[in-house]
């Protein structure tokens, strides 16, 4: 057998550096990937399968953080493809998110009342074995075309009650400098747009990406937010955490949302490592989610108290800031829904029984209370954000019951 190649040999320390030398330089084939590890059978096998439709590409970077030596390394796991991937299980859906039944324009999402996700790339600088998004993610690897993006930003501008803009992928950040600038520069230019999310793997995949020219762009614009993708302390590297320090001190807001995958993070104490290190890199864990029923991923998945567990080794054990919120992304298209362990141990009119996380129990003893008149607030919030759907419609007195439409009992009555 041929001795393997160090991948970080392969490059001068400047091609190093360089984040195009790594776009360029993926490892996009069996035959590549087999110069700088040994493959393990399941890794093998995917290659001769038929049905092997997601695309790899590995940036010699991702690739530098894998253990050869180890066939379940957790970076590992999420760059190189197996067997399992070609297997569908009877509970996988091809778009469990309804992304696309929400898509008032090609490419964007408006699934909640003040906040749209916009795709504007279907490229990515490393392809997520787990990826959610992976009927669309990779298919052109390329930016949407610009029209799609023209009409997405006019519908924006003609939503006053969007305040809040995802843009993801695709990875936004592996597009030109120019194209973000001009992205964020119209979306500035919107006055009921407050903030822009960048949802990007960039600063765990390819932290070259991070460039000072990039910094010059991002720091033009307030309002913008960034949320990563790092799924275990390995990926927390001296290049990450130097990419998320320059991130940090340019303004822009970090947060962190983790994928909970069977066989990567499915641990109390690798999730409690995490946390502390994002923390200490000035990201703020945002989400956890669950690993949703998109096709090919069956082999990721955890039961949902897997995720619960996790939350109850971290809340109390570990500063507030440390915790992010464990999501479900419901199959069907009702967005996250949060899911905790629970706290409320009884409750009768006038006094609630609580525990905390060591299991001491506590009363908390209510004041007697009338509810406010919505008239004296009435001024402080544009008509346009005010929370009455759903839910809030009962809160609020304007139904008194909301439910499903399509029951026999419904049918009856009409
Ligand atoms: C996740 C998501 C959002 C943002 O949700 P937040 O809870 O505000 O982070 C918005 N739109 C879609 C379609 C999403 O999937
Ligand atoms: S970076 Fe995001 S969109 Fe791209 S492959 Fe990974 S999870 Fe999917």
Redesign the pocket.
């Known amino acids: 057998m041929a001795d393997l190649i160090d991948i970080k040999k392969t490059a001068t320390p400047e091609e190093w550096q360089d984040w195009h030398w790594h776009l360029r330089h993926r490892i996009t084939t069996r035959d590549e990937l087999v110069q700088y590890i040994r493959l393990t059978g399941d890794e093998e096998a995917v290659f001769r399968t038929a049905n092997f439709s997601f695309r790899m590409a590995i940036t010699p970077y991702y690739l530098s953080l894998i253990d050869p030596a180890n066939p379940v390394d957790p970076v590992r796991m999420q760059a190189i493809p197996r067997v399992m991937e070609s297997y569908l299980s009877e509970n996988d859906m091809s778009d469990p998110?309804h992304?696309d039944a929400?898509a008032p324009v090609p490419g964007m999402?408006h699934?909640?009342p003040d906040?749209?996700?916009l795709l504007l790339t279907d490229q990515c600088a490393m392809y997520c074995r787990h990826c959610t998004r992976r009927r669309k993610a990779g298919e052109h690897d390329a930016p949407m075309p610009r029209d799609n993006v023209d009409k997405a930003i006019e519908y924006i501008a003609e939503h006053k009650e969007i305040r809040?803009v995802?843009l993801s992928g695709g990875d936004p950040l592996t597009m030109s400098d120019q194209r973000i600038d001009d992205v964020l520069g119209r979306l500035s230019r919107i006055p009921h747009v407050d903030i822009v999310r960048l949802g990007t793997r960039i600063p765990v995949v390819l932290p070259q990406r991070v460039t000072d020219d990039l910094i010059g762009v991002l720091q033009k614009y307030k309002f913008v937010w960034l949320n990563t993708h790092y799924n275990h302390p390995q990926e927390l590297t001296f290049e990450a955490q130097a990419a998320l320090a320059k991130l940090a001190e340019a303004g822009v807001v970090l947060g962190n949302q983790s994928v909970l995958l069977r066989g990567v993070n499915d641990h109390v104490d690798v999730m409690k490592e995490l946390v502390h290190r994002l923390v200490k890199n000035r990201v703020r864990p945002?989400?956890i989610y669950q690993c949703d029923l998109s096709e090919g991923i069956a082999h990721f998945r955890t039961p949902i108290s897997k995720g619960i567990e996790i939350i109850e080794s971290l809340r109390g054990h570990t500063s507030g800031l440390c915790v992010p919120t464990y999501v479900v992304?419901a199959p069907g298209g009702g967005?996250?829904i949060p899911v905790m362990p629970t706290y409320i141990i009884s409750q009768m009119p006038g006094r609630v029984i609580l525990r905390n996380y060591e299991g001491f129990i506590t009363a908390y003893t209510e004041p007697a209370y009338l509810p406010v008149d919505d008239a004296d607030y009435k001024d402080l919030c544009p008509p346009e954000r005010r929370s009455d759907e759903g839910i809030m419609t009962l809160l609020r007195g304007d139904k008194v019951a909301i439910g499903p439409a399509e029951t026999k009992r419904n049918k009856r009555r009409r």
């Open positions: 998110l992304e929400d999402t699934r909640y906040r749209v996700l809040d995802i945002y989400y992304d967005g996250k």
